[in-house]
């Protein structure tokens, strides 16, 4: 086999390939035995049938096509091999000579990894908030609490805000009761504006047993957008009784003896969740800058293919939910319509694309390699974010044919953790902020010193690495080894 390489841009390829007759003889083999167990020729037994008379039989041109659709695939493989192409598209084939006895010749033109010059990343610095918790957010949090604890009383009196009501709904349009438009005994806090436009404005000052209409959007169903009747009846109203904020509350909601000691827990807490958020926000600028300081062209058709695939899924999530695109930028509070949905969505994936490029660059610049340790931590992880087991997780990968993408983003974590590692952060006053000290509650991480929650992009629960461990992970550990060699050799979807 023969093989060049045209570079078409620096994301895009052409491959001229030229595979001598004698390299075809597996496909011609492969082909006549697919093609003796389906035709039938009297005198030869299934399977039996000469490839001469199968020739004969079909036609040589026919014959030769089903060997191209074999072999070109195979072929093509290997020389992505030899040459060491990063591919991340699948590619546009074109063949160009077949000459019967002689040579296959063709071209695939496909979109690759483009070769990016990285600066020195020895000296980075990134400045992220102070970590400051004020009286105003522990007196939100305590609050909290104290609604938790909270009791309703009935009282002889119009609703209020904050009150509970028992309501009875329907909802109507022209005249006729809509389906699933009515409902009775719903529990309703006044205020919340959690259910429907209009219904607060409307409730509020009922008493017992008084009703009242307005008019609403209708979200969802063939007539969303319409505008509907709806009447509300309110049959109770209790209002609700929150405790005292003393020590005896501190000792009934929490496993302290007086609210001075509960307030301190919360500040702890808050100071705590803060301080994680810091190594986000750490990691999101030293992202932000390397995306600024580092050149990336990305694959238009790449960008693309991303677009259509999130757009699709959206479709079917507003299906599934009975919605349109306006309904759900209503509902959403998304100003300008699909066109600023559209450039928001764009923006992100090409991000998201420049961003793996880049960590990939960085990994093999490193040498950065993933072992067991970095796959059973990343796979516990990731099995606590989406509330299943480890086990669970690893035989969804499994199934998914997605092992590979799987390890060469473990790959690029391990290679942002290390580099966040190496990052000087300071908050804005000036204090080194130490991710090291997050070490002791966190789940162990695909990267070496910076926590996985950082360093993944998600917060986890302290308890994460109680999870279980199982056969089944160790099984995709397992095959996840036999694919680190590709997957660090390629780019997976953004």
């Not at 007539?223 to 009846?233: I, P």
Request: glycine residues 6%.
């Amino acid at each position: 086999m023969k093989s060049t390489i045209e570079n078409l841009g620096p994301t895009r390829v052409r491959l001229a390939i030229e595979v001598p007759w004698s390299d075809l003889d597996h496909a011609f083999g492969e082909v006549y035995k697919e093609l003796g167990k389906q035709v039938r020729v009297p005198g030869f037994r299934p399977g039996k049938v000469p490839n001469r008379v199968l020739d004969q039989r079909i036609g040589r041109p026919v014959v030769l096509e089903q060997v191209v659709q074999h072999a070109v695939p195979e072929v093509y493989s290997e020389a992505i091999r030899e040459n060491q192409v990063r591919v991340i598209s699948q590619p546009e084939v074109e063949v160009t000579r077949i000459d019967d006895g002689e040579a296959l010749a063709f071209t695939a033109e496909v979109d690759v990894a483009p070769t990016l010059e990285l600066p020195p990343l020895d000296s980075l610095a990134v400045t992220v908030d102070d970590v400051e918790v004020t009286d105003e957010e522990i007196d939100a949090q305590v609050s909290v609490m104290r609604e938790r604890f909270a009791t309703l009383t009935g009282v002889e009196r119009a609703a209020a805000e904050g009150d509970y009501v028992s309501i009875d709904l329907e909802a109507t349009l022209n005249g006729e009761v809509l389906e699933d438009g009515s409902t009775t005994g719903m529990s309703y806090e006044v205020g919340s504006g959690g259910l429907m436009a209009g219904l607060d404005e409307a409730v509020t000052g009922l008493s017992a047993d008084e009703s009242a209409t307005f008019q609403t959007a209708l979200l969802s169903g063939d007539d969303a957008g319409e505008l509907a009747d709806v009447t509300v009846t309110v049959r109770s109203v209790k209002a609700k009784e929150l405790p005292e904020l003393d020590d005896e509350f501190a000792s009934i909601a929490s496993e302290f003896d007086t609210l001075a000691e509960l307030r301190e827990d919360v500040r702890t807490r808050l100071s705590r969740t803060k301080v994680l958020q810091q190594g986000a926000e750490a990691r999101d600028k030293l992202v932000e800058h390397l995306i600024e300081v580092i050149e990336v062209p990305v694959p238009e058709n790449m960008v693309e293919q991303e677009l259509a695939w999130r757009g699709q899924a959206m479709e079917r999530e507003l299906q599934q939910a009975g919605m349109d695109w306006d309904a759900y930028f209503t509902a959403a509070g998304i100003e300008g319509g699909r066109e600023a949905y559209d450039a928001e969505l764009r923006e992100n994936v090409e991000k998201a694309v420049k961003t793996q490029f880049i960590l990939d660059s960085i990994a093999d610049a490193r040498e950065v390699t993933v072992d067991n340790e970095d796959l059973s931590a990343q796979i516990m992880a990731q099995a606590q974010r989406n509330r299943v087991s480890p086990e669970q997780y690893a035989q969804q990968l499994q199934q998914g044919n997605n092992i590979a993408d799987f390890v060469a983003d473990v790959r690029r974590t391990k290679a942002l953790a290390q580099l966040l590692d190496e990052t000087t952060i300071t908050d804005a006053s000036g204090n080194v902020v130490d991710l090291e000290a997050l070490r002791p509650r966190t789940v162990a991480a695909a990267g070496d010193d910076v926590p996985e929650e950082v360093a993944g992009g998600d917060v986890a629960d302290d308890d994460a690495d109680n999870e279980a461990e199982g056969g089944a992970t160790d099984t995709v550990v397992t095959d996840a080894e036999a694919a680190v060699d590709d997957a660090e050799g390629s780019t997976a979807k953004a």
